[in-house]
């Protein structure tokens, strides 16, 4: 089963534009991260998000937790074609520290 | 910079065929995940490593799929026999995490699997 959910599922933009994408889970967190998936490749890490925090920034990427909603936003501001790719959320509960995906949502930035 | 290695990039087997996959993560990083990708979907966890034991196995199908790490160093998933259903993306990724240091995994590029 997969703890993360992202929302939309899909999303398509022109360069320039913001993209913002959603994350809920069901579970309380120690920690979410954001990672990056470009067609056909491993994953890239983007940014993590301990429980304690509300936010951050990494360059143009800034991500928001509420874990009173367990929910995460990712946006990504002026964005760029090289932005074309999946993005997926990954979580970690309890003291397990294993990693749950979700099933991502695919960003597709047009020039 | 360093990176994870995988081999092959590409594979493609016929239904009931033994296939291997290997994967050599950063040096240095004790722990190793294999995780299987199905199109479309999240990567999901298939075994976990902490040096050379297994942390976590529960979702690898153990009547076909093996993994092991002898040496705590690199890697081999194995699946005997090949299935239709096991067409998919298998991804290896290692991070520093058991070593009380960074949870960020590093992913390698993987393997693309095809069962005709």
């Known amino acids: 089963s997969q703890q993360g959910e992202e929302d939309p599922q899909a999303l398509s933009i022109q360069e320039g534009e913001n993209a913002t994408m959603n994350c809920s889970y069901k579970?309380?967190?120690?920690?979410l991260q954001w990672y990056r998936q470009n067609s056909g490749r491993g994953l890239v890490h983007l940014i993590l998000?301990?429980?304690?925090?509300r936010e951050k920034h990494s360059g143009r990427l800034r991500v928001t937790l509420d874990t009173s909603k367990k929910s995460s936003s990712l946006l990504i501001t002026a964005s760029r074609a090289a932005d074309t790719a999946s993005y997926f959320c990954?979580?970690?509960?309890?003291?397990?520290?294993?990693?749950?995906f979700g099933r991502g949502t695919s960003l597709i930035v047009h020039p | 910079e360093a990176e994870v290695a995988q081999s092959p990039r590409y594979k493609i087997t016929e239904k009931s065929q033994a296939v291997a996959f290997w994967c050599d993560p950063i040096?240095?990083?004790?722990?190793l995940y294999w995780y299987r990708q199905i199109l479309g979907q999240g990567p999901e966890l298939l075994v976990q490593?902490?040096?050379?034991?297994?942390?976590?196995d529960s979702q690898l199908p153990k009547d076909r799929f093996s993994a092991e790490r002898l040496k705590g160093v690199d890697s081999t998933l194995k699946i005997q026999p090949a299935e239709l259903g096991d067409s998919a993306m298998y991804l290896c990724?290692?991070?520093?995490?058991?070593?009380?240091?960074?949870?960020?995994?590093?992913f390698g590029p993987g393997t693309r699997l095809l069962v005709l």
């Open positions: 990724a290692s991070s520093s995490r058991g070593q009380g240091l960074s949870e960020t995994q590093y």
């Open positions: 990954a979580t970690e509960t309890g003291g397990s520290y294993i990693p749950t």
């Open positions: 490593f902490q040096d050379e034991s297994v942390v976590d």
């Open positions: 998000i301990r429980s304690n925090e």
């Open positions: 040096s240095g990083h004790a722990t």
């Open positions: 579970t309380s967190i120690n920690n």
